[in-house]
């Protein structure tokens, strides 16, 4: 018997949230080439394989139960930015949700770098993952084995400058960053980005560029794949993460704000406080410095210090600045 191929909208669950109406607009990922069907070389376990073969069994353990963690990192000029930082994430990330990857922080290093050369990539995307294998199929996967893989892609500026400075329209979302007594938030786990991919959906169907998260006590927290800050009176505040990604993007701007002078407070940020800020914007290895003009309701206009610190970020990121740091 055959059965006639599913069309995406016939997935969506009667029970799911109101997600708004489900429109077929032609989002920016949906004109490129199927992430499967590419060429060029991905790391897989140690060998570099033609990239639409590092492929994997359906009844890999990940698949079913989440149990894969993963780095967003980016190559600038050929060098990949705080590049240890990501592979030392990774590794932690691991051991969180409970399993040792067979390689060292220098091996995952040395792993990332050998993909950008095999690629002849420069200015690039990197996706290092690691995830339970197939040999046991059930919420205990003791036997299982750990795998790692590394692909990469051509990544140039995710947005013009200009459109940068002119700042996001971010919307507000519905689910909240979960309570660390729930789940392993300090990990860049899979299984975290559920609710992300449902709030980005939800945010680009209703025409935003992305959704600010609270936490699971309604507080400031995050975007789907970003941390923020905002600026009243010259002084920089960013919420606490003590259950969302510290982000390594998020660090380093902290670093280049304290350089440049400016007060960073890390401190609890309640919504009702949005509409003191003047300026806000987002910092994550994909976003890098992105200014906000609006969230929900709130207004804001990326001024002096949003584009200072972007152009601080975008030179330190520089591959001489980079090995000027080494
Ligand atoms: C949910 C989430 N928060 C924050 C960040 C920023 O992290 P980083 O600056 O390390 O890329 C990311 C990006 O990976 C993310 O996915």
């Not at 975007?223 to 990604?245: E, M, Q, R, S, Y």
Request: proline share 6%.
């Amino acid at each position: 018997m055959s059965f006639p191929p599913k069309r995406a909208a016939d997935n969506v669950l009667s029970s799911a949230p109101d997600l708004g109406a489900p429109e077929h607009k032609d989002y920016a990922m949906a004109s490129l080439v199927p992430f499967d069907q590419r060429d060029g070389w991905i790391w897989f376990d140690g060998e570099m394989v033609p990239w639409k073969d590092a492929k994997l069994h359906l009844l890999t353990h990940a698949l079913h139960y989440g149990s894969a963690v993963f780095e967003g990192e980016r190559c600038y000029g050929g060098q990949i930015f705080k590049l240890t930082e990501h592979s030392e994430r990774l590794k932690e990330g691991a051991r969180i949700i409970d399993f040792e990857i067979p390689y060292s922080v220098e091996e995952i290093d040395e792993a990332c770098r050998a993909v950008i050369q095999k690629n002849n990539l420069v200015d690039a995307y990197v996706r290092p993952i690691t995830w339970r294998g197939s040999e046991q199929m059930g919420v205990s996967a003791q036997g299982n084995t750990i795998h790692l893989a590394i692909a990469a892609w051509d990544w140039g500026s995710y947005f013009p400058m200009e459109q940068r400075l002119k700042g996001l329209r971010l919307t507000h979302a519905t689910y909240r960053r979960p309570d660390p007594a729930t789940a392993p938030c300090k990990a860049k786990a899979a299984g975290l980005y559920m609710i992300c991919t449902i709030e980005k959906h939800r945010a680009e169907r209703a025409g935003y560029a992305d959704a600010l998260m609270l936490d699971y006590r309604g507080r400031v927290a995050e975007c789907t794949g970003a941390n923020i800050f905002f600026i009243k009176d010259g002084v920089i505040h960013t919420p606490i993460p003590d259950c969302f990604l510290d982000g390594i993007t998020r660090r380093t701007v902290i670093g280049l704000a304290k350089a440049r002078g400016y007060e960073v407070i890390e401190r609890v940020i309640m919504p009702e406080e949005l509409s003191d800020f003047s300026e806000c914007f987002i910092t994550g290895t994909a976003a890098e410095v992105t200014p906000v003009a609006e969230i929900g309701e709130y207004r804001f206009t990326p001024g002096q210090i949003c584009e200072t610190l972007l152009k601080d970020y975008m030179a330190l990121v520089h591959p001489d600045a980079q090995a000027a740091a080494e």
